[in-house]
């Protein structure tokens, strides 16, 4: 079976500027996948290119096995936020979700209004006028439009932008409870800490260049600490160092930071519970985060280039 989403070889060069860079990823059913890179990285052209709403240079990129173009019928199996959902803002939520299902061709007896409000979560809110409503609510109102029409893919360019914690929650709730229903999911972000507790799996981007990818668990494996607190110091420090994929041991507060090439941070614990050390904590903050700044130094350009100091042309439709 094909993947829901392949990206293979894509580049998107607007003049000068290489904006996506041989990009190549694939998505299967029930993923939630996360494009993760620093602003400018080529996130939303490559979500762009995907959606048919942008030509790529080289390179192709295919939907449920097909490659799309403005209008293929694929893109009725996918709901998408790129860039701000837009609404009118003097137009009540339920009023902006007609209009623009409509707008399509769509008969409004057909869309899944019921899944979409339910999803998103707005309640009574939908009779309001848009412009009472908080970034976040505008936001969830973006995902019920994206949900009208039952899809299977959902691509969602930096969906918490802007909002506040509380609303990040839901929007990531959201989330989950879409991939629950085994839709699949791709979106973009360039918070590590949401990728990691939102995403199976991801691809790192920088430069319009694929960094890394794989699960997000393989991704953190691949660098980073962890933050060890036991009974014992002395003894869990030589018990560590011991272990081949280990490479420092180092002391931090009241415990241990662990470098490890290899191996997750449960080996750490097993190796420590077998020597007989009772483990307080075990922990891996910021292990995406370091894993990401590791890479992202790894693939700088040696010269000093801003490409995210250009021109953010062309985001209108
Ligand atoms: N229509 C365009 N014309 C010219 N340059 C563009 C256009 N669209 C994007 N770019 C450039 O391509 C690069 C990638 O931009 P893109 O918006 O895809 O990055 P991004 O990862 O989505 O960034 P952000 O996190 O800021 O949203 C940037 O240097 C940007 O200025
Ligand atoms: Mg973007």
Redesign the pocket.
């Known amino acids: 079976m094909s993947a829901v989403v392949e990206v293979e070889g894509l580049t998107k060069r607007?003049?000068e500027?290489t904006?996506v860079d041989e990009l190549s990823f694939r998505v299967e059913q029930g993923q939630v996948y996360g494009l993760l890179?620093?602003?400018?990285?080529?996130?939303?052209?490559?979500l762009r290119c995907l959606m048919g709403l942008e030509r790529p240079s080289t390179g192709r990129t295919r939907l449920f096995g097909t490659e799309v173009a403005p209008g293929s019928p694929e893109l009725f199996r996918v709901g998408a936020i790129i860039e701000q959902a837009s609404f009118v803002p003097h137009l009540s939520g339920l009023r902006n979700l007609r209009l623009w299902w409509e707008a399509g061709g769509g008969r409004w007896a057909d869309a899944d209004l019921e899944t979409a409000l339910a999803v998103a979560q707005i309640d009574d809110a939908i009779d309001r006028k848009v412009k009472t409503y908080s970034q976040g609510m505008q936001q969830r109102l973006g995902f019920a439009r994206a949900l009208l029409g039952r899809p299977e893919l959902l691509v969602l360019d930096?969906p918490t932008n802007g909002l506040d914690p509380a609303e990040i929650r839901v929007v990531r709730d959201l989330i989950h409870r879409l991939a629950d229903e085994g839709r699949t999911v791709v979106f973009?972000s360039?918070h590590l800490s949401e990728v990691e507790q939102t995403c199976s799996h991801a691809v790192v981007v920088n430069h319009?260049r694929r960094v890394a990818e794989g699960t997000v668990a393989s991704l953190i494996g691949g660098a980073g600490s962890v933050h060890v607190e036991v009974d014992d110091v002395a003894r869990a420090r030589a018990v560590l160092a011991a272990l081949p994929e280990v490479t420092s041991v180092s002391s931090q507060g009241l415990g241990l930071n662990v470098e490890q090439r290899t191996g997750s941070r449960a080996d750490l614990g097993a190796a420590l519970v077998g020597a007989g050390i009772r483990v307080e904590t075990l922990t891996t903050q910021n292990r995406l985060e370091e894993a990401f700044l590791v890479l992202m130094q790894a693939t700088e350009p040696p010269g000093p280039t801003d490409?995210?100091a250009?021109?953010?042309?062309?985001?209108s439709r």
Do not use: D
């Open positions: 607007f003049g500027v904006a890179g620093p602003n400018g990285a080529g996130k939303t052209t490559a930096e973009s360039h319009g490409r995210s250009a021109q953010h042309g062309g985001t």
